[in-house]
């Protein structure tokens, strides 16, 4: 079976789940590709240069939706592919085409995140796929619940990640008098991730505790901008490639997590793979579904930075217990977070829906082509930012 994977090669978490996929899907039977579109001048960042190998770029014209759909449908059919997985909103062409495919092709569409407008665009194309994947228990029962998914076609599959790259042996326990290295990792960006958070934070812990800040994203420099006293404690270390994500880890106590919302956030996995104990938002059906709160990590609500700085400072305090956390949490993920359990679980979806493929609303004509309501730009998008911050802090807390 050859199946296509909508995205285009970068530092992120959806490719990240890609990479390790097609992986874990090849001892199945299962040859997995990426293919993504490029509207021109797009390159692959550093360090990805031999992800080429493992897809196809499809060249598009700027601005013109059914241009592009009818260049990716003849990708998909000069390739041979058998079905496709989609994750929705990573680009609309992408999500929408699903309306459009032949009948022949499977269709499996992946929720990434728990925003409406991820909600949204999911029910739009739900008559055209033939199953659901949700990456954690929160999106399934959104959209079960609220949004009428048939639940014995939408799944939990967790993304998961290769513990291979990660230390095997226990951290060795730090002396008190040592400060604790914090590090967030991810999209720069206050919206989804509370970057603007992290300055009270820090500027609340003791001056020996420090603050390693990787990734980019838009809201960098408001970010600087908010911590230009913090020197040294503070230091940027930019976008970092996948493959040097574990020793980054392994060189940090604390990851720090102050998310307003995640669908199922890879970089958490990854901190506890490498005993880098998560102090992180508590995302009901999220990150409570990776993070035993007191057991392999430690949770505090959206939106309460006081918390957060009493949860570290405890943890300042008691190396012992930061310790039993680490060892907690690369216990975790070497039991549940696993690629081949992944894999196993996106195999059997795949093979399940080949061999019994439920019936689909009648593909559209091309020559129609349009984007559904819930893929176009709703009310929510005109809503000031701080509105739609603050609502977000209230959903999560009720």
């Given amino acids: ?60 014209p700027p601005g013109d939706g059914k241009s592009a759909a009818r260049q990716l449908e003849r990708a998909i059919a000069a390739e041979g592919f058998d079905g496709v997985i989609v994750n929705v909103l990573s680009d609309r062409v992408q999500t929408n085409i699903v309306r459009y495919l032949s009948p022949k092709i499977l269709r499996l569409m992946v929720v990434h995140n728990i925003t409406p407008g991820t909600y949204a665009a999911a029910h739009a194309i739900r008559p055209h796929v033939h199953a659901t994947v949700c990456v954690s228990r929160r999106c399934r ?45 991810g999209r720069i960006e206050d919206a989804s991730k509370g970057v603007l958070w992290l300055p009270e934070i820090l500027a609340r812990l003791p001056a020996s505790v420090t603050l390693t800040i990787a990734g980019d994203g838009p809201d960098l420099a408001r970010l600087k901008a908010a911590m230009p006293g913090m020197a040294p404690r503070i230091v940027y270390v930019g976008a970092v490639a996948a493959e040097a994500v574990p020793d980054l880890l392994a060189a940090h106590d604390v990851f720090l997590m102050p998310s307003r919302y995640e669908g199922l956030p890879m970089a958490l996995v990854e901190a506890m793979a490498a005993g880098c104990v998560p102090v992180a938002s508590a995302l009901r059906g999220v990150t409570d579904m990776i993070v035993e709160d007191g ?21 300042d305090k008691d190396r012992a217990r930061l310790l039993a956390l680490s060892i907690g949490a690369r216990r975790k993920v070497a039991g549940a977070f696993t690629v081949d359990r992944m894999a196993a679980h996106y195999a059997s979806v795949l ?13 559209l004509a091309m020559d129609g082509w349009s984007l559904p309501p819930g893929l176009r730009p709703g009310l929510r998008t005109f809503l000031p930012q701080p509105l739609k911050n603050w609502l977000r802090v209230v959903r999560e807390r009720l």
């Fill in 141 to 185: 029962d959104d959209l079960v619940k609220r949004h009428h998914f048939p639940a014995e076609r939408t799944a939990v599959i967790a993304n998961a990640i290769s513990t291979d790259a990660y230390p095997q042996a226990d951290r060795l326990p730090r002396p008190i008098g040592e400060g604790l290295r914090l590090l967030f990792l």
């Fill in 351 to 363: 093979r399940d829906i080949q061999a019994n493929p439920p019936p689909l609303a009648a593909p």
């Fill in 1 to 60: 079976m050859k199946i296509a994977y909508f995205v285009l090669p970068h530092m992120g978490g959806t490719y990240t789940v890609f990479r390790h996929l097609r992986g874990g899907l090849a001892p199945h039977g299962i040859d997995l590709r990426w293919v993504g579109l490029s509207h021109g001048g797009w390159s692959l960042q550093p360090g990805l240069e031999h992800e080429a190998a493992f897809g196809t770029l499809v060249e598009t």
């Fill in 295 to 315: 057991r392999d990590g430690l949770l505090f609500p959206v939106g309460d930075p006081a918390k957060a700085v009493g949860l570290i400072r405890s943890l």
